[in-house]
């Protein structure tokens, strides 16, 4: 989802609920830590050298049950962080702490922003001789445990 769209969603909702990819609800006291402008700088396997840019944001909770962040508050959170920052419409990725820092990515179930599980790739398949029918795709296991059986060709 792209900052704009998330700005949009925000301001049609009453409250504020984010669910995380095991459908767990992130508590309702949660706060938005940091805004951020990341960019990544690298070189895939295969001598490509890429640059990935990204807004971030990071929630977290703690014993401040009072605590509610409403979306008109969010909305000029990230308001400011556009001007100050200067964040282009780009992909937003969350932080939310898990066994350690989890990085998601976000959708939207029309209650509820969804953090979604964000997958690594080989950016460069054809130049490491992976030919695209073996390509191992995560969600593919999730649907069909069985695959990764011997045989099943997923390794």
Same mark, same amino acid.
């Given at each position: 989802? %792209?900052?704009?769209?998330? %700005?949009?969603?925000?301001?049609?909702?009453?409250? #504020?609920? $984010?669910?995380?990819?095991?459908?767990?609800? @992130?508590?309702?006291?949660?706060?938005?830590?940091?805004?951020?402008? @990341?960019?990544?700088?690298?070189?895939?396997?295969?001598?490509?050298?890429?640059?990935?840019?990204?807004?971030? $944001?990071?929630?977290?909770?703690?014993?401040? /049950?009072?605590?509610?962040?409403?979306?008109?508050? #969010?909305?000029? @959170?990230?308001?400011?962080?556009?001007?100050?920052?200067? /964040?282009?419409?780009?992909?937003? *990725?969350?932080?939310?702490?898990?066994?350690?820092?989890?990085?998601?990515?976000?959708? $939207?179930?029309?209650?509820?922003?969804?953090?979604? =599980?964000?997958?690594?790739?080989? /950016? =460069? %398949?054809?130049?490491?001789?992976?030919?695209? =029918?073996?390509?191992? *795709? #995560?969600?593919?296991?999730i649907a069909n445990?069985?695959?990764?059986?011997?045989?099943?060709?997923?390794?």
């Amino acid at each position: 989802m %792209k900052l704009s769209e998330l %700005k949009s969603l925000i301001t049609s909702q009453s409250q #504020l609920s $984010f669910k995380l990819p095991n459908g767990e609800l @992130i508590p309702q006291h949660f706060h938005v830590t940091e805004v951020g402008s @990341i960019t990544k700088h690298f070189i895939d396997c295969g001598g490509t050298m890429r640059r990935e840019h990204s807004v971030n $944001f990071q929630l977290w909770y703690s014993d401040d /049950l009072d605590h509610r962040l409403d979306p008109k508050k #969010l909305v000029d @959170i990230i308001t400011l962080s556009e001007d100050k920052l200067g /964040l282009s419409d780009t992909e937003v *990725e969350v932080e939310y702490q898990s066994d350690t820092i989890g990085k998601y990515g976000l959708d $939207f179930d029309g209650t509820s922003f969804l953090l979604t =599980a964000k997958q690594t790739d080989c /950016l =460069a %398949k054809e130049g490491c001789g992976i030919p695209a =029918a073996q390509s191992f *795709e #995560l969600d593919s296991l999730i649907a069909n445990p069985n695959s990764c059986a011997p045989g099943g060709n997923c390794c």
